[in-house]
C-alpha cells in the first residue's frame, strides 16, 4: 500500500525542463504541475478532517442538552441512532480519512514533490552558460536549489491547510455559536477581524526578513564552502584567521536578520495570547450570563467555550504556519533570482547532431568582447584543414583560451560563424558538439569519485581493460595502483577527493589524459596538456599524445613554445587577432613577435604580460 501511494508521484521525470517563470505565484505553479491532483486531493481530504472535527464540538452540546433533558428510561431509545452515528464517525469515517489523507501527504507529496523540483532544477542549471557558474559560488547554487525545492512545497501544502482550516474551522465555529445566540458569535467576530489584522501588519514584515535571511544564509554558506574548496590555499598563506573573519562577517549578516525575525515573532507572539485571553474570558463571561438569563442551554456554554479554547490552539498554529509560509516565500523568492534566469547559449529548436566526417574547422570573421566594447577577438577568421595539428601561440590575454571556449560553445559570438565541416555549431546540439572534441586543459578538475569514474567519463559503455589501456597511455598506471583513501579503496576504486586534491597536479593531469585517451574524439584541443608534468613523465607519454592525434584535427595551447614547435602549422595571436602564420622555421626566419617569445624562452626568460582579457 505504502509502495503504491509512493508510486504516484514520479520524482524523476524524463521530459527537458524549461525556463521557470519570474514571479512566485507561477514559478509555484511551473513547479506543482504534475503534483497537482495530488494536492487537490490532500486538500478535499484535509477539509473532510476539518468538517468533522468542526462537528464534534457541536454533538458534545447536543449531548449535553440531552443528558440534562431527557429520560434515563428512554434516553438510548431516542437518540441511540445518533450516538451510533457519530460513533461511525469517529471510530471508523474520521480515522479512515485521516489515514488516507496521511498516505496522500507523506507518501505521495513529502518526498516525490520537493525531490522533483530538485531534479528539474538541477536538469536545468547543468545547462547554464560558463558565465552563471563563474558569478556565483557553488555552494550557494547547491544551497538556493535544495532550500527552493523545499520552500515550494512547504508553501503550497501550508497554505493549501491554512485555507481549510481558516475556512472550515472559523466559519464552523461562527455557525454554531451563531446558532445557539447571536450575541455568542459577535466575541468570535471581532477576534477574527483582530487576529486579520494582526497578521496582515506582522506576516509582510516576517516575510521580507525571512526573504533577507534566506539570500544571508547563502552568503555564510557559500563563504564556509569557498573557505573549505581553498583550504589548500588557506593553508599556504596561513589566512585561516582572515577566512574565520571573512566568514563571520557573513554569519553576522544572517544573525542580524535571525535578531529581527525574531523580534516580530516574540511581539506576535504576545500580542496574540492577549487577544485569545481576552476572548476566552469574553465568551466564557457572555455564555454564563446568557445560560442564567435561559438564553441558552448548557450544551451551548459546553460547545462555546471548548471552541474558543480550540480556537486558542489553532491560532497559535495557524500564527506559525503563516509564519514559516511567509518565510518559505522569501527563500523561494531568494531562490528564483538564482534559478529562474535564461539560459545565455541555448541550442536552437530542432537542432541537430553533429557529423564530424573529417573535421575541418573554420572560424568566419568572428567577433567575440564578453559583452564590452572590445578588448578580445575581432574580425577574426582562421581555416584548420582536416587532421592538421595547430599551435596557437601569444601572450597571456591574447585570446587564445577564449578562442578554444567559443570552439567549444561555452559562449556564443556576437557576430561572425564557427563551422565544423561546413555545419555552423550554433545550429547542433551543444551535447553533440562537445562529445566530437576531446579536451585536456592546465586546470584539470576531476571529479570526487574513484579513478576508473573519472577515467570513465571520457567513454562511459567502455570495459575496464579499456580504462586501462588508456591508463597505461597516459603513463598513469604506475601511480594508480599505490593509491589508497580512507574507506579502503585501493587502485582504480580509490576515490580522488574534491577536484582531485588527493592527487598531485601530474596524476591529475595523467588521468584527465587518459579520459580524454578513451574518448577518441575526432577533434582534440590541448590546453597547456602536459604543463604539469615533470619532464620526465612527460616525455613517457608525449609519444603516446602524438598517437593520440593521428588522423585528429588538433588545436594545442602552449606558452611553453617547445612543445608545440613540431606543429604542422603555428598562430600567432596578440590582442585577438592573428598577427602570424606558418611553422616554426619560418616564423622564427620571420623575427616577428613568435621569434621574440622563442628567443626569450630559450635564453631563459619567459615574457611576463598582464592579461587584457579574461582567457
Known amino acids: 500500500m505504502f509502495n503504491w501511494f509512493e508510486r504516484r508521484l514520479e520524482p524523476f521525470p524524463a521530459e527537458e525542463p524549461q525556463e521557470p517563470p519570474r514571479t512566485l505565484i507561477a514559478f509555484c505553479l511551473h513547479y506543482s504541475k504534475a503534483a497537482r491532483p495530488h494536492l487537490i486531493a490532500n486538500a478535499v481530504l484535509a477539509a473532510m478532517i476539518a468538517i468533522g472535527e468542526v462537528s464534534m464540538f457541536s454533538f458534545v452540546g447536543n449531548i449535553v442538552d440531552w443528558l440534562a433533558d431527557q429520560d434515563r ?3 438510548l431509545e431516542t437518540e441511540g441512532w445518533k450516538l451510533a452515528g457519530m460513533a461511525l464517525v469517529i471510530a471508523v469515517v474520521l480515522p479512515a480519512v485521516v489515514w488516507l489523507h496521511s498516505l496522500v501527504l507523506h507518501q505521495t ?29 557553488a555552494g550557494r547554487i547547491a544551497t538556493k536549489m535544495m532550500q527552493t525545492a523545499l520552500a515550494v512545497r512547504e508553501c503550497v501544502v501550508k497554505l493549501i491547510d491554512v485555507f481549510n482550516y481558516v475556512s472550515v474551522y472559523f466559519t464552523g465555529m461562527v455557525i454554531i455559536a451563531a446558532s445557539a445566540d447571536l450575541r455568542l458569535a459577535a466575541p468570535l467576530a471581532v477576534w477574527l477581524v483582530s487576529y486579520i489584522l494582526l497578521l496582515r501588519y506582522f506576516i509582510p514584515r516576517l516575510g521580507k526578513v525571512s526573504e533577507e535571511q534566506a539570500d544571508a544564509r547563502s552568503i555564510m554558506t557559500g563563504r564556509v564552502v569557498d573557505s573549505y574548496t581553498n583550504i589548500q590555499t ?21 544573525l542580524d536578520t535571525a535578531y529581527r525575525q525574531m523580534r516580530l515573532i516574540t511581539s506576535l507572539y504576545g500580542l496574540l495570547y492577549l487577544l485569545n485571553a481576552l476572548c476566552l474570558l469574553v465568551v466564557s463571561s457572555l455564555s454564563i450570563w446568557l445560560w442564567l438569563g435561559q438564553v ?52 536552437r529548436p530542432g537542432a541537430r547532431e553533429l557529423q564530424v566526417p573529417s573535421g575541418e574547422i573554420i572560424f568566419d570573421k568572428i567577433r567575440f568582447h564578453y559583452g564590452k566594447k572590445g578588448g578580445v577577438i575581432d574580425e577574426l577568421s582562421l581555416v584548420i584543414r582536416p587532421g592538421e595539428k595547430v599551435g596557437l601561440v601569444g601572450r597571456s590575454g591574447a585570446g587564445k583560451s577564449t578562442l578554444v571556449n ?134 613517457a607519454i608525449q609519444e603516446n599524445l602524438y598517437r593520440l592525434m593521428e588522423g585528429k584535427t588538433v588545436i594545442a595551447i602552449a606558452h ?17 587577432r592573428i598577427v602570424e602564420q606558418g611553422n616554426h622555421e619560418e616564423l622564427i626566419a620571420r623575427g616577428g613577435l613568435y621569434a621574440q617569445l622563442w628567443r626569450r624562452q630559450s635564453g631563459g626568460f619567459l615574457e611576463l604580460e598582464p592579461a587584457e582579457a579574461a582567457e
Open 560 to 576: 611553453r613554445l617547445s612543445t608545440i614547435a613540431a606543429m604542422d602549422r603555428l598562430v600567432v595571436m596578440d590582442n585577438g
Open 234 to 254: 588557506v593553508k599556504l598563506f596561513s589566512h585561516a584567521r582572515r577566512e574565520a573573519a571573512f566568514a563571520r562577517d557573513g554569519m553576522t549578516g544572517f
Open 73 to 75: 428510561a428512554t434516553f
Open 406 to 539: 567559443l570552439l567549444l560553445r561555452f559562449y556564443d559570438l556576437e557576430s561572425g560563424r564557427i563551422l565544423i565541416d561546413g555545419t555552423d555549431i550554433s545550429e547542433v546540439t551543444q551535447d553533440s558538439l562537445r562529445a566530437r572534441i576531446g579536451v585536456v586543459t592546465q586546470d584539470t578538475s576531476l571529479l570526487h569519485r574513484s579513478v576508473r569514474d573519472n577515467i570513465l567519463y571520457g567513454r562511459p559503455d567502455a570495459d575496464d581493460d579499456m580504462v586501462r589501456e588508456a591508463a597505461k597511455a597516459a603513463a598513469a598506471l604506475d601511480f594508480i595502483g599505490g593509491l589508497h583513501d580512507i574507506k579502503g579503496r585501493t587502485g582504480f576504486d580509490a576515490h580522488v577527493g574534491e577536484r582531485g586534491v588527493k592527487l598531485s597536479g601530474g596524476q591529475r593531469q595523467r588521468v584527465a589524459i587518459a579520459r580524454v585517451m578513451l574518448k577518441d574524439a575526432p577533434i582534440l584541443i590541448l590546453d597547456e596538456a602536459t604543463s604539469a608534468l615533470d619532464s620526465e613523465v612527460e616525455a
Open 109 to 137: 507529496l513529502m518526498g516525490n514533490y520537493p525531490m522533483r523540483i530538485r531534479w528539474q532544477v538541477h536538469r536545468y542549471l547543468l545547462k547554464q552558460s560558463m558565465s552563471f557558474y563563474q558569478d556565483e559560488f
Open 296 to 347: 441558552v442551554t448548557i450544551g451551548a456554554v459546553a460547545t462555546v467555550i471548548p471552541l474558543v479554547l480550540r480556537l486558542w490552539g489553532m491560532s497559535q498554529w495557524i500564527m506559525w504556519e503563516m509564519t514559516m509560509l511567509f518565510e518559505n516565500i522569501g527563500t523561494v523568492q531568494d531562490g528564483i533570482a538564482s534559478i529562474a534566469r535564461p539560459r545565455v547559449v541555448e541550442d
